[in-house]
């Protein structure tokens, strides 16, 4: 119950249902009120706050901020004995291969440890996420793409009931005490992942995937700069981590 309720908050917190909630108070207080100059300017903050952080620069500059705390691996193979890789999303539809199951953070996150597989053979790669009431879990649906991908059966330790990072941190830190591991999941949701592996007691390398926010060298074409669903997708993925860390917060001081 405490875990659907978490959910419920924070996917509320988000900034597309907070914003349209400030409009919607905007548009009642104008409607049904006196209070026009404050309907006013509830209507106006939602607008620009709507816009701005669906707009490409500061969409990029504050994925940017949490992505760039961890360095990617450039280098693979560095005789690991376990790779963690955190669960992500997707729906177990059998009209569909299992590519097609799992979310693009999901594969995003596994082709990074895939690599970091194939440069380290004797690893394990421990998968992790429950099924949230779908037909299979994800762990069980990332293992389907990693016996897929010739990764032997044995060489997979599969985590069913994990429902946060906070579960995942927990029990994966007790597989790999004492063994060099490495940490896969994405760049933004690495430096809060880290912080639950050190509370309890272990310090996985992080390989950071997933990463949103990318330096360009080039020149950006002026249609990018249009405001886009996208780019409230990048900053909602920010936004996500800092509500994460801040709840990490405000669980310590209970």
């Given at each position: 119950?405490?875990?659907i309720?978490?959910?419920w908050?924070?996917?509320?917190?988000?900034?597309?249902?907070?914003?349209?909630?400030?409009?919607?108070?905007?548009?009642?207080?104008?409607?049904?009120t006196?209070?026009?100059?404050?309907?006013?300017?509830?209507?106006?903050?939602?607008?620009?706050?709507?816009?701005?952080?669906?707009?490409?620069?500061?969409?990029?500059?504050?994925?940017?901020?949490?992505?760039?705390?961890?360095?990617?691996?450039?280098?693979?193979?560095?005789?690991?004995?376990?790779?963690?890789?955190?669960?992500?999303?997707?729906?177990?539809?059998?009209?569909?291969?299992?590519?097609?199951?799992?979310?693009?953070?999901?594969?995003?996150r596994?082709?990074?440890?895939?690599?970091?597989?194939?440069?380290?053979?004797?690893?394990?790669?421990?998968?992790?996420?429950?099924?949230?009431?779908?037909?299979?879990?994800?762990?069980?649906?990332i293992?389907?793409?990693?016996?897929?991908?010739?990764?032997?059966?044995?060489?997979?330790?599969?985590?069913?009931?994990?429902?946060?990072?906070?579960?995942?941190?927990?029990?994966?830190?007790?597989?790999?005490?004492?063994?060099?591991?490495?940490?896969?999941?994405?760049?933004?949701?690495?430096?809060?992942?880290?912080?639950?592996?050190?509370?309890?007691?272990?310090?996985?390398?992080a390989?950071?995937?997933?990463?949103?926010?990318?330096?360009?060298?080039?020149?950006?074409?002026?249609?990018?700069?249009?405001?886009?669903?996208?780019?409230?997708y990048?900053?909602?993925?920010a936004?996500?981590?800092?509500?994460?860390?801040?709840?990490?917060?405000?669980?310590?001081?209970?």
């Amino acid at each position: 119950m405490l875990f659907i309720l978490k959910k419920w908050i924070g996917g509320l917190l988000m900034p597309l249902p907070l914003l349209l909630l400030l409009f919607c108070i905007g548009l009642i207080l104008l409607f049904f009120t006196q209070k026009q100059k404050v309907a006013k300017t509830f209507l106006l903050l939602s607008f620009l706050l709507l816009f701005a952080l669906s707009c490409l620069p500061i969409s990029e500059r504050i994925v940017h901020s949490v992505e760039r705390k961890h360095l990617p691996i450039m280098q693979p193979a560095q005789n690991y004995e376990v790779i963690l890789l955190l669960g992500s999303s997707g729906i177990a539809d059998p009209s569909l291969p299992v590519t097609g199951q799992l979310s693009a953070t999901a594969l995003s996150r596994f082709v990074e440890a895939l690599r970091l597989y194939y440069a380290n053979p004797n690893a394990t790669l421990v998968v992790s996420g429950s099924a949230f009431g779908d037909l299979k879990s994800h762990a069980q649906m990332i293992e389907e793409l990693a016996l897929a991908v010739n990764i032997p059966a044995n060489k997979i330790v599969r985590l069913d009931n994990t429902l946060d990072t906070d579960d995942e941190a927990r029990i994966m830190s007790n597989i790999i005490r004492g063994k060099r591991s490495v940490l896969v999941t994405s760049a933004a949701h690495m430096d809060r992942a880290l912080q639950l592996f050190y509370k309890y007691g272990t310090g996985p390398e992080a390989a950071p995937a997933n990463f949103l926010a990318k330096n360009r060298a080039g020149e950006t074409p002026l249609h990018y700069y249009i405001p886009s669903a996208y780019y409230l997708y990048k900053t909602q993925i920010a936004w996500h981590e800092y509500l994460g860390k801040f709840q990490n917060k405000v669980k310590e001081l209970l």
